[in-house]
C-alpha cells in the first residue's frame, strides 16, 4: 500500500522558519508529482506549490519567494521549506500525490489525488 507520512510542523513567531516532509512509502517518488495544500478550519484546502512531471516547481503567490518545495529521490521524499512565516501561514498542512502525466496550475496540483499525507499544523504567532 502506498502512503504518503508527514514529519515537521509547529509553532513559530511570525518571520520564522518551519521545515515539512513527505516520504512515500510502498513505491517511488519519482513516480508522482507531489503537492502541498494547506487548510485552515471551515476553509477550503488550497494547493500553494507543487512540483510538475518535469520537475520544475511551481508556486502560488500567496508563498512566492517563502516557500521552497523539493524532492529528494534517494529518500523518497519531498520536502517544503517555510520562511518569512506569516500567521495568515497558519494551518494544517497536507502533502498530496499523483501519477504522472499531471496537472499543475499556479502551484496547485490538479486531479483527483487519493494519496494524502496525515497532515501537519503550522502555527505562526505574530
Known amino acids: 500500500e502506498v502512503q504518503l507520512v508527514q514529519s515537521g510542523g509547529g509553532s513559530v513567531q511570525a518571520g520564522g522558519s518551519l521545515n515539512l516532509s513527505c516520504v512515500v512509502s510502498?513505491?517511488?517518488?519519482?513516480?508522482?508529482?507531489l503537492g502541498w495544500f494547506r487548510q485552515v478550519a471551515d476553509k477550503t484546502r488550497e494547493g500553494f506549490t507543487a512540483l510538475r512531471s518535469n520537475g520544475e516547481a511551481s508556486y502560488g503567490d500567496s508563498v512566492k519567494g517563502r516557500f521552497i518545495i523539493s524532492q529528494d529521490n534517494d529518500k523518497n521524499t519531498v520536502y517544503l521549506q517555510m520562511s518569512n512565516l506569516k500567521p495568515e501561514d497558519s494551518a494544517m498542512y497536507y502533502c498530496a500525490a499523483d501519477t504522472h502525466p499531471c496537472t499543475v496550475y499556479k502551484g496547485t496540483l490538479k486531479g483527483s489525488l487519493k494519496l494524502w499525507g496525515q497532515g501537519a499544523l503550522v502555527t505562526v504567532s505574530s
Open positions: 510502498g513505491d517511488t517518488v519519482n513516480r508522482y508529482c
